[in-house]
């Protein structure tokens, strides 16, 4: 539990899970969900465009791939990586204190309401990290403050649910046969900037201009083979075994099993995704 950073009461719940089993699970097997995007992670380095002197503010960081990647960049320049998971956190200084990179640096907080340095960098960044807001305008209004005029925003974030395969096809499995949860369109959640006049609205309300959305379609790898990924995806999702009895378990393991063995390739488990690269200029 969050006890020593100012957390927004609307993010509480956020902060419980990404400081608490849901972001220790995401340290616990980082190489494995950094190898899972890995082929959408070009699209936003090249979208932002970082530039050795630059000041780069990367949202969201997780356990810092983005945030290294800036650093390296940004050689004269320096990145600062904010999330709220601690065991998250820990692995990002261990890693990039392993790769030597010292002008990296990591702090745990709401993105929200920290009270970052006005007008202090040149670019924000953030890796699928955004989309978990729970006051996503008051959010990107602080994100805008800590940005100089004229800086960039740059995000990664899911198109809809029906866009990206591994997560229909690993819901509808587990859920063996109950209906699927529908949150409200703007609830915190994975899809929460999937529609882009939404994405639009909200960013020009928090002080950003010439909103661009570009759309991406790649591959995502969840494991070696239908049993690695097995394991990866049960220790994920396993909660929406939640109150099924022993029967409606056996099915949802059964049909996630069938799905996996169904996509396994030479190259391991991959499933069809898409994201937005999403593009805004600070007022």
Known sequence: MISTIRVDPANAEQARAWDGQEGAYWAEHADRYDRAISAHHPHLLAAAGISATDQVLDIGCGTGETTRDAARRASDGRALGVDLSAAMLRVARQRTAAEGLSNADFVQADAQVHPFPSAAFDVAV????????????????????????????VQLVWQAPADNEWFLSFTRALAAGRPLPTPAPDAPGPFALAEPERVR????????????????????????DSGDAERFILGMLGWMLEGLDDEGRRRAVDDLRATLTAHETADGVRYASATWTVQATRR
């Open 126 to 153: 953030s890796r699928t990290g955004t989309m978990f807001f729970a006051d996503p305008a008051a959010a990107f209004r602080n994100v805008a403050g800590a940005l100089r005029p004229g800086g960039r925003l």
């Open 201 to 224: 609205t909200v960013l020009e309300a928090a002080g950003f201009t010439d909103v661009r959305l570009e759309p991406h379609s790649e591959t995502m790898r969840f494991g070696e």
